[in-house]
């Protein structure tokens, strides 16, 4: 399969730490990236490879992975991380780009 | 600092062809690959297609038919054509550079591919 499945909708209470995953059979062998995305803008990658974040990423935010699903980590979330957030890799064969259905994350 | 940027016509009418550029300003256009994505409204990411600096293009299976990406090196340029548009083609369509790559950790091969560059994003409305 080609696919990348995430759970629609997730929530967390502010300050609290909350986990966001991605479900493929190319994770078996990507490390999966992660993109927020907040209402009318561009996505903005925070996570990639093993657990990297690109500059200006706040470190609360961090990535894992085991087996066919990766996970992105928000420790002690904030209200400007409420947002859409989208998980990406190739596929299995490594000759296409799919993405995650997108994780709308509330913060309460 | 590598920025993108895109233009394209935002109104056509079913049937016509849908076409964007992205220029990339202050980087290297080799060593990457060269992506188009798009969201309906409402929706998730749609990945469309790439192009690397050779001009080697990959696409969605489920828009192969319609799309053709080409590059202009001596602009830093990469183009999108989708052909017969309709009303499910109307989104936010967003140009985006790539970056894959393979290693080891512990004895165990791992691959990787993000997109850490995006243009602002060009609303296409398909409408008769």
């Known amino acids: 399969s080609s696919e990348l499945t995430q759970d629609p909708a997730v929530s967390v209470a502010l300050g609290q730490t909350v986990r966001i995953t991605c479900q493929g059979d190319?994770?078996?062998?990507?490390?999966a990236s992660w993109y927020q995305q907040k209402p009318g803008q561009a996505p903005v990658l925070v996570i990639y490879?093993?657990?990297n974040r690109p500059s200006g990423i706040p470190d609360r935010f961090s990535g894992s992975s085991s087996g066919y699903t990766a996970s992105l980590t928000i420790t002690g979330a904030q209200a400007e991380d409420e947002a859409d957030y989208y998980c990406?890799?190739?596929?299995?064969?490594?000759?296409?780009?799919?993405f995650g259905g997108g994780t709308k994350l509330t913060v309460l | 600092q590598v920025q993108l940027q895109q233009w394209g016509a935002g109104l056509l009418k079913p049937s016509e062809t849908l076409s964007l550029t992205c220029a990339v300003y202050g980087g290297s256009f080799s060593g990457y690959y060269w992506s188009w994505i798009r969201q309906p409204p409402g929706k998730g990411l749609e990945w469309i297609g790439e192009?690397?600096?050779?001009?080697?293009?990959s696409y969605n299976p489920s828009l192969k038919s319609r799309v053709t990406i080409s590059v202009d090196t001596s602009k830093n340029q990469f183009s999108l054509k989708l052909s017969s548009v309709t009303a499910a083609d109307t989104a936010v369509y967003y140009c985006?550079?790539?970056?894959?790559?393979?290693?080891?950790?512990?004895?165990?091969?791992?691959?990787?591919?993000?997109?850490?560059?995006w243009g602002k994003g060009t609303t296409f409305t398909v409408s008769s």
């Open positions: 190319s994770l078996r062998s990507y490390y």
């Open positions: 990406n890799s190739r596929d299995s064969g490594g000759n296409h780009v799919v």
């Open positions: 985006a550079r790539g970056k894959g790559g393979s290693g080891s950790y512990r004895g165990v091969y791992y691959y990787y591919y993000y997109m850490d560059v």
């Open positions: 490879g093993k657990n």
């Open positions: 192009i690397n600096h050779s001009g080697s293009t």
